[in-house]
């Protein structure tokens, strides 16, 4: 019954604090981690844990991948020396400095190397806490680095445990060569399962085929690349890289529309679910120590959080000023940020799910039998430190306003050039395709006359001309077809009532009213 219990619980702390979110304006994280720590005090719950290769294996692919799908390529690209820098120097300085704090406390050097790498990496889910607050540039930034970063972090990881342990020695060529197989397997397998799920996907015509495929791309490319030691991080991200880009020639609509749905909410009830899981683990793991250890667990807590965010601090205000030393080319002086989005950047290093992961995945004995030195130290700090980054969310809403970052106005601006350029292109191809398909004349000038208005309400938005006649006419009509739709589906509800109509036909008629509320509702902001 424990099982279904915890579903239970699950799903209403993710349900209460949602709401709670909303209403208090806090970010949805940290109320999570708090109804988890909350939820360790109830006893049934306390036996529950979080096995860390369920993490590392079955939540961490599903959200990567869906991360990568959702992210902007061209944004990576025109930033990517930045990105590589944050996911590789970034991730081993951060390590380095937090093993030589935590071994000048009392923690020794391999168990120490264990933390950083632990708490290296920023996470990619809990970068949703600002996607909404800053410029798109800046949150890709943020969402790269932390998709890319896992992979640097984890090759630093299974090496510290590797040596703690006693199943590893340490080399510059034996580390050199974790880092390239890491890295140049991983986007190898990543670029071929990638390849072969586009021509895959391109056959289909299934839309439930299609979106068993899609669930079992990342999986496939993180299997492969853990069985050959590469990193199957970054073979998962970058077979959703391929995909975003491929995806919209090779998937048919309802299959868009189906996937869009299907991982929206999985992803979202993973991510939730984590979150209050890690909260669980960290009051389980501070039941783990004694008075004496849980006051030197909290003094590391403060100093390691700390150092991780002074690091990055130092690494955003001194790196980039010696690059643009080294790179005089234009457009790098175009790239300048001031010292105001810098500091909202450096506050933005959430760490998530991933470095728990990490922290609960340490053995608990050595190759001789000896109890691994310090694991509940290093489970409870590294939780600690998620806790209190994750707490930066509150305070980072009045940096971003302090901060007065500009007005993203880069993607409405594209998207009413891609609607605008579609619909033109439509117009002069419409004779065209219209002599091809062999349509009426009546048909053709209809659609000429639709396509016409079309553009002129999306000029006069561009304009933003808000009292223009085209403006007015289509809020009118579009205002009337939605009362018209809500009409039809009271009816064909009261036909169902009066069993003039069966269930099976009222879920077939209210799908296509459902679709057509969608076509004209406002779209939701983006990210």
């Known amino acids: ?64 991948y869906w991360e990568s799908l959702t992210t902007s390529l061209r944004e990576i690209r025109a930033n990517l020396r930045g990105i590589v820098l944050l996911s590789t120097v970034l991730v081993i300085a951060t390590a380095a400095s937090v093993a030589v704090v935590a071994h000048g406390l009392g923690m020794q050097w ?50 510290a445990v590797g040596v703690t ?25 990543g670029a071929v399962v990638g390849w072969l799920a586009a021509q895959v996907r391109s056959r289909q015509s299934d839309p439930l085929t299609g979106q068993v495929t899609m669930v079992l791309i990342p999986f496939t490319a993180f299997l492969l690349a853990e069985a050959i030691e590469a990193s199957g991080v970054l073979a998962v991200v970058v077979s959703g890289l391929i995909m975003s880009q491929a995806a919209p020639r090779v998937v048919r609509a309802e299959m868009r529309i189906q996937a869009q749905a299907f991982w929206t909410v999985t992803t979202f009830l993973l991510n939730a679910a984590l979150f209050v899981l890690v909260g669980l683990e960290l ?119 302090w901060a007065r970052l500009p007005a993203d106005t880069a993607v409405e601006a594209e998207r009413h050039l891609a609607e605008t350029r579609a619909a033109e292109e439509a117009l002069e191809a419409l004779p065209r395709l219209s002599a091809e398909l062999g349509t009426d004349p009546d048909v053709v000038d209809r659609m000429r006359l639709e396509l016409d208005k079309r553009i002129e309400v999306l000029q006069a938005h561009r304009e933003g001309t808000t009292d223009h006649p085209a403006v007015r006419h289509d809020e009118h009509y579009t205002a009337l077809y939605l009362a018209l739709t809500a009409h039809m589906r009271e009816t064909v509800v009261r036909l169902r009532d009066e069993r003039q109509i069966d269930d099976t036909v009222l879920r077939q008629v209210q799908t296509a009213l459902d679709l057509e509320d969608i076509r004209l509702s406002p779209a939701p902001p983006s990210e």
């Open 1 to 64: 019954m424990l099982a279904l219990e915890l579903v239970v619980v699950l799903g209403l702390a993710i349900l209460l604090t949602r709401v709670a979110a909303a209403r208090f304006r806090i970010a949805p994280p940290i109320l999570l981690l708090a109804a988890g720590i909350l939820l360790g005090f109830v006893p049934s719950l306390r036996s529950v844990h979080l096995p860390p290769e369920l993490m590392l294996l079955l939540f961490l692919p599903v959200l990567l």
């Open 283 to 401: 009051q389980s793991a501070v039941r783990s120590l004694n008075s004496a250890d849980l006051v030197r667990a909290l003094v590391l807590v403060a100093v390691v959080t700390a150092m991780v965010i002074a690091v990055r601090l130092v690494f955003l205000f001194t790196v980039p000023s010696l690059v643009r030393l080294l790179d005089r080319r234009p457009q790098q002086e175009q790239r300048h940020a001031d010292h105001r989005p810098r500091l909202v950047s450096a506050l933005s290093g959430f760490r998530g799910a991933v470095s728990l992961a990490a922290a609960l995945a340490v053995p608990q004995q050595l190759a001789s039998g000896a109890p691994f030195p310090d694991r509940d130290m290093i489970v409870f700090v590294t939780g600690g430190v998620i806790v209190l980054t994750l707490c930066q969310g509150l305070i980072l809403p009045g940096i971003v306003r």
């Open 110 to 159: 391999g168990p120490a190397w264990v933390l950083g790498a632990a708490v290296a990496p920023t996470d990619a889910t809990a970068v949703s806490v600002v996607a909404r607050l800053l410029p798109r540039r800046q949150v890709t930034v943020l969402r790269a680095e932390s998709l890319v970063n896992d992979g640097t972090a984890l090759v630093i990881y299974g090496l």
């Open 165 to 189: 342990v006693g199943e590893e020695q340490l080399g510059a060529a034996h580390v050199s060569w974790l880092f390239l197989l890491a890295y140049a397997g991983g986007i190898l397998v």
